[in-house]
């Protein structure tokens, strides 16, 4: 039991609830309806949170969010006047408290990716003007080659340890503090989490989610009997929007665990009658890849909502556990947004909503890109006339923009139009296929990311005299990262040797290593001297350049890769559907 806070806190706040009833709904207003609410809530380690108790530990962290507003900073406040508040924690219960503090107070939580290292952790938290970083002992060291002041932005006492005797005195200064006032709530502008994403350029965009859009999330049909498994970091947008919000609406309980494990899931289900959960990537085929059990349908988990699923695996999926595998598709920007069409077409990410004008465009020629046309089989047929990037026309106001980033605000505007940055295709239903990612974009097991932070760690390697960084179609869903190395002039390429290089560099994302590496004898170039990847992305591995592999992508050893292999792989792809999705 939390203990922050106490009754009074809950009884006006359960009256600002009422009050905003009629009003937009906003995250805010979600937390007041549960301010009294002693069911649902977080359960984390054997240990519930009802609502009213997530509230009252909230309320007591806006208390202090209220405070630090009126203490100097010694560097640049956030040019709108903001508070942000760093959070670098995985699923615990204080990530919670903290957004719905942020909530309350009309202060703004900024997922920390704790996959980031070095210079690009460091440009996370200093681009978004974060005033307090609240982490733990565990991702703590993450920082110790980092300057608090110059490389981060903060005041070194403003990076707190939830674990710590001084965070835990701030928490008890603050208990009895009173709520905020109806009168000072926050209304559906305000900025409420900035969500990291990946840019064609390699540096990260920060997506502005007001606590407005952020609530349309709340109407996905849970009640408060529903029990929801949060297998997504808090710091992804899928975690909040088909999630925690969700469950903030309708009095729902969710499941916390730190960190998403396949092997724990079903028990996981089993214990807390589990009726939903969501994913995004490769955790369907992590959980299929653990040995089959007689109690395998034991649970009472309804459905999972799991985009970028392969349809094999939806398959199988429901084959051995009975739960049916549905995929969507929702862009950080929160600007489009697919509705599941069911069975009758695997692998699909959906239909639109019915007003908005939704459309595949060619992006070389603004113009729409013809159907997809499928064989006997299902394959596509005509990938160079039907995938080009999935586009909004009727932008409107829904766009929210990225913090920080006015130029990422107009390349994903141009034109009047949102560009997504995802390619796909369109059959004769308007059903919606996904085709990968545009320009540099990678996505691996779930997380996007570009190829050219990758380049610049790898270029560093003596041998190395060019590098060209690109995605390979996973067999299953998503990318696998290539890596094509012009080495320099008669230096062999060392296997071992390089594993040893990457392991060695702080700040390789911990999706960044390379599975395959091609060694060419010299990059393709355009006529401006620019790395051409079109030719390289064109053949992936299909070459007969010398290649090394790693086998398991969860080993760190490269050996060749053979035409057995390649052959091996082909197959895997052709079963999943993937032979078509190479962009040439």
């Known amino acids: 039991m939390s203990g922050d806070g106490n009754d009074g806190q809950s009884e006006t706040l359960a009256a600002t609830g009422a009050e905003l009833a009629s009003s937009p709904p906003t995250i805010a207003g979600f937390l007041a309806d549960r301010a009294k609410d002693s069911g649902g809530g977080i359960r984390f380690e054997g240990v519930r949170y009802t609502w009213a108790e997530v509230v009252r530990a909230s309320a007591v962290r806006a208390a202090l969010i209220e405070q630090w507003r009126t203490e100097p900073c010694?560097?640049?406040?956030?040019?709108?006047?903001?508070?942000?508040?760093?959070?670098?924690?995985?699923?615990?219960?204080?990530?919670?408290?903290?957004?719905?503090?942020?909530?309350?107070?009309?202060?703004?939580?900024?997922?920390?990716?704790?996959?980031?290292?070095?210079a690009e952790l460091a440009r996370d938290i200093h681009h978004t003007h974060c005033r307090v970083l609240?982490?733990?002992?565990?991702?703590?060291?993450?920082?110790?080659?980092l300057d608090p002041t110059n490389d981060l932005g903060l005041a070194s006492e403003a990076i707190l340890d939830v674990a710590s005797a001084s965070y835990l005195d701030l928490l008890r200064s603050q208990e009895g503090a009173a709520p905020p006032s109806t009168a000072h709530l926050p209304g559906p502008a305000a900025l409420w989490v900035l969500i990291f994403t990946s840019g064609s350029t390699g540096a990260p965009k920060a997506v502005r989610t007001s606590q407005g859009r952020a609530?349309?999330?709340?109407?996905?049909?849970?009640?408060?009997?529903d029990v929801l498994y949060c297998a997504m970091p808090l710091f992804h947008g899928n975690a909040l929007t088909a999630n925690l919000v969700p469950a903030m609406a309708s009095g729902a309980t969710v499941v916390l665990q730190r960190r998403f494990s396949a092997q724990a899931f079903l028990a996981d289900a089993r214990t807390h009658?589990?009726?939903?959960?969501?994913?995004?990537?490769?955790?369907?085929?992590?959980?299929?890849?653990?040995?089959?059990?007689?109690?395998?349908?034991?649970?009472?988990?309804?459905?999972?909502?799991?985009?970028?699923?392969a349809a094999t695996d939806a398959r199988a999926f429901r084959s051995r556990f009975g739960i049916p595998v549905i995929e969507g598709y929702g862009s950080s920007e929160g600007v489009i947004r697919m509705i599941p069409v069911g069975r009758g077409k695997p692998g699909a990410l959906g239909r639109p909503d019915a007003d908005a004008d939704v459309v595949v465009i060619d992006p070389d020629t603004d113009t729409e890109c013809a159907v997809a046309a499928f064989d006997g089989d299902g394959r596509l047929m005509n990938a160079g006339a039907a995938i080009g990037e999935i586009v909004r026309r009727d932008l409107g106001g829904r766009f929210e923009g990225y913090y920080n980033?006015?130029?990422?605000?107009?390349?994903?505007?141009?034109?009047?139009?949102?560009?997504?940055?995802?390619?796909?295709?369109?059959?004769?239903?308007?059903?919606?296929?996904?085709?990968g990612r545009d320009l540099d974009w990678l996505r691996v097991d779930g997380e996007n990311f570009a190829a050219a932070p990758v380049e610049r760690i790898i270029d560093r390697h003596p041998d190395v005299a060019g590098c060209a960084v690109l995605g390979v179609p996973d067999v299953a869903t998503g990318d696998q990262v290539l890596a094509v190395l012009e080495l320099r002039a008669?230096?062999?390429?060392?296997?071992?040797?390089?594993?040893?290089?990457?392991?060695?560099?702080?700040d390789l994302g911990t999706k960044w290593s390379p599975r395959f590496i091609?060694?060419?004898?010299?990059?393709?170039?355009?006529?401006?001297?620019?790395?051409?990847?079109?030719?390289?992305?064109?053949?992936?591995w299909r070459t007969s350049d010398p290649i090394w592999w790693r086998r398991d992508t969860r080993s760190t050893v490269y050996e060749r890769f053979t035409e057995v292999a390649s052959d091996t792989l082909q197959r895997e792809m052709?079963?999943?559907?993937?032979?078509?999705?190479?962009?040439?």
């Open 134 to 145: 609240v982490t733990d002992a565990e991702h703590a060291p993450l920082l110790d080659t």
């Open 273 to 309: 009658g589990v009726t939903y959960f969501n994913t995004v990537g490769r955790a369907i085929a992590y959980i299929l890849a653990t040995p089959e059990t007689d109690h395998d349908t034991d649970h009472q988990v309804k459905v999972v909502l799991a985009p970028e699923t």
């Open 405 to 435: 980033n006015p130029e990422a605000d107009a390349a994903r505007t141009r034109n009047g139009w949102f560009w997504s940055g995802d390619l796909g295709f369109r059959d004769a239903d308007g059903v919606f296929y996904f085709a």
């Open 490 to 506: 008669g230096v062999p390429f060392d296997p071992s040797g390089f594993a040893a290089f990457l392991l060695a560099q702080p």
């Open 518 to 540: 091609r060694i060419v004898r010299s990059l393709p170039v355009t006529g401006t001297n620019k790395v051409d990847k079109k030719p390289l992305r064109s053949e992936g």
């Open 574 to 584: 052709d079963r999943n559907g993937r032979a078509g999705l190479v962009a040439g």
């Open 215 to 225: 609530a349309t999330y709340g109407s996905l049909g849970f009640s408060a009997d």
């Open 74 to 118: 010694p560097n640049a406040h956030p040019p709108e006047g903001g508070f942000h508040i760093g959070v670098l924690l995985d699923n615990v219960p204080e990530y919670v408290f903290w957004l719905g503090a942020a909530a309350l107070a009309g202060a703004t939580v900024v997922g920390i990716n704790p996959t980031r290292r070095g």
